[in-house]
Each structure stands twice: as structure tokens, then as C-alpha cells.
């Protein structure tokens, strides 16, 4: 059974904390422009991020930045409790950048990954988890600044994290997990090539059957939906920063055609490579506008 503890929504923040019962995995890899923050307060999980899968255990603490592709999965059939924070880039980043003179983007680049918190750490943690749940139940005057503030506090201890304390090393005592590792790693590097089952196969000396069975048992996922997940997420960063046309983009990423290109990419962002640079554009017109406007009353 799922059981939701508690959400909070506010303008580019969610909180909230599931308690399952049962087994529970991901039903698929997936990534998302948002940053993720993920603690576990019980049980036993494996997160697959890009293309590691780490052991996280009670007291363990995940930072996911934007854009990478992650999973969750059940390791073993213990029950789990954790607490999940979704952050939008506005407003929290300009305001976390107010109160410390951080980066929110920068600190994520710097720090995802898995965290081996100490009691103490724990502690912390859990205390401004709490903290944070208390201010949504509430929900007193001012409740969405005091939720920000907490969460300010949150990527401050993140920030003082030291290198020893985070999981450098991926779980994969498997020869299953090693070895799909090693394929994600591979599509990573070559995704943008016309890569094939057979390319793979010949790679690593495994049959087809073998490896679609296995890298779907691992990562929820087939070979060709990683490889259009890859795919479409770089499409996404040159269709905001570039002027590439859709045909050269199409190219680029190893697609034969531009219809297949357009195929994939409406299937996992529900929308055309051509309306989704529209959009985007029209967002960071508007973002842009915003701040000229901020900068005309500040010297005024």
C-alpha cells in the first residue's frame, strides 16, 4: 500500500513524502527539467542516474540535477519512506541566490549524486524535512517563505558536503548491473552515431535477447527508448540554444529521417521539436523582459 504523508505545492516547489509498503520500481527511466532532492528515511532503494545505478539505504540522500536521467528501484522487497523536493529554476534559484550568493544550478553540477550522511547529518536533514511539512500543515502567514528559507537552509548543509561523504562508487557487485553500466555509458558517448542492437552486441559479446531482457530488468527501459531518451534530451538543449534547423538536429542525433526524428520527440514531449523552440523562445522572451524591467526600477 501507498500511503502519501504529506505534499506541499508552491510556485516552482513540491514537497512530499510517500511511504510504501510494498515493492515499488520506477516504471520507467525518465529525466525533467526540475532539480530533485530525494532522502530516504527507510528501507532500501537503487537510483540509476545517467548511467550508474547506486545503493541507497536509511539516512541516505540523493541530489539530481536537471535534465539527467534517473530511475528508482526496489532493492529487495523491504518497504521505504522518503521525502522528495522538485525545484523549478524560479523563483527558489533567484532567491536562494539572494540569501547565500550561490548558484542553485552550479551547486547541483557540483553535487549530484549520492550522499552517506552521518547521524548527525541525519539528523539535520530530517529535522528541516519536518520543518518544512510542519509550515505546509500550517500554513501561517508567510508559510511559503518560511518552506523557501528551510530549503535554503537544506542547500546550504548540501553545499558544505565534503567529497568523502558521497557514494563515489556505483553499486554493481552484479555482473548484470556492471555490465549495463557499461552499455549506458557506451550509448552516452555514441548516441549521436547510428547505433544498432548489433553495434551493442558485438560490443560486449551478448546476444540479442540477453541484452534487451537484461537492460530492461535493470533500467525499466528498453535499448531504443534510452537511446531516443538520450536523443531527445539533446534535441531539447539545441532547439533552446541553437539555430540549428530541425532537419540538421534530426542529422546530428543520428536519425535517418526527420519524420522519425519528430516521432520521438512528440512521443516523450508531447509536442513538435518545431512548437516546443517556439515555446521556449517565447519563455525566455518574457524572462528576459522581466529582468530588464527589474534592473529599469532598481536604478530608477
Request: hydrophobic share 35%; proline share 3%.
Amino acid at each position: 500500500m501507498n500511503r502519501v504523508v504529506m505534499k506541499g505545492v508552491l510556485d516552482g516547489i513540491v514537497v512530499d513524502r510517500i511511504v510504501r509498503d510494498e515493492e515499488y520500481t520506477m516504471p520507467s527511466v525518465h529525466f525533467h527539467p526540475e532539480f530533485e532532492i530525494y532522502y530516504l528515511m527507510e528501507g532500501s532503494r537503487l537510483f540509476f542516474i545517467e548511467d550508474k545505478t547506486y545503493p541507497m539505504s536509511r539516512g541516505d540522500l540523493a541530489l539530481i540535477d536537471s535534465e539527467l536521467i534517473h530511475k528508482t528501484s526496489a532493492f529487495g522487497k523491504t518497504p521505504h519512506d522518503r521525502f522528495l523536493i522538485e525545484l523549478t529554476s524560479e523563483p527558489f534559484a533567484g532567491f536562494f541566490n539572494s540569501v547565500s550568493g550561490l548558484t542553485l544550478k552550479e551547486l547541483f553540477a557540483e553535487q549530484t549524486g549520492v550522499w552517506k550522511l552521518d547521524e548527525a547529518g541525519q539528523r539535520q536533514v530530517e529535522g528541516i524535512f519536518l520543518s518544512i511539512s510542519e509550515e505546509f500543515k500550517a500554513q501561517n502567514e508567510h508559510y511559503n517563505v518560511c518552506v523557501m528559507m528551510k530549503i535554503a537552509e537544506l542547500m546550504l548543509f548540501i553545499a558544505r558536503l565534503r567529497a568523502d561523504e558521497r557514494t563515489s562508487e556505483s553499486l554493481p557487485q552484479t555482473w548484470k548491473h556492471t555490465q549495463i553500466n557499461c552499455i549506458t555509458d557506451y550509448i552516452l558517448r555514441n548516441y549521436t552515431t547510428p547505433i544498432s542492437l548489433d553495434t551493442l552486441c558485438s560490443q560486449f559479446y551478448i546476444s540479442k535477447s540477453y541484452l534487451c531482457g537484461m537492460f530492461k530488468e535493470i533500467t525499466g527501459s528498453t535499448v531504443w527508448e534510452y537511446i531516443h531518451l538520450c536523443r531527445v534530451k539533446r534535441a531539447r538543449e539545441l532547439l533552446e540554444s541553437s539555430d540549428m534547423s530541425i532537419t540538421e538536429i534530426s542529422a546530428l542525433l543520428g536519425y535517418g529521417t526527420v519524420t522519425h526524428f519528430e516521432r520521438m520527440f512528440r512521443r516523450h514531449m508531447e509536442t513538435s521539436p518545431l512548437k516546443y523552440r517556439k515555446k521556449m523562445r517565447l519563455i525566455h522572451k518574457k524572462v528576459r523582459e522581466r529582468k530588464r524591467e527589474s534592473l529599469l526600477e532598481n536604478s530608477v
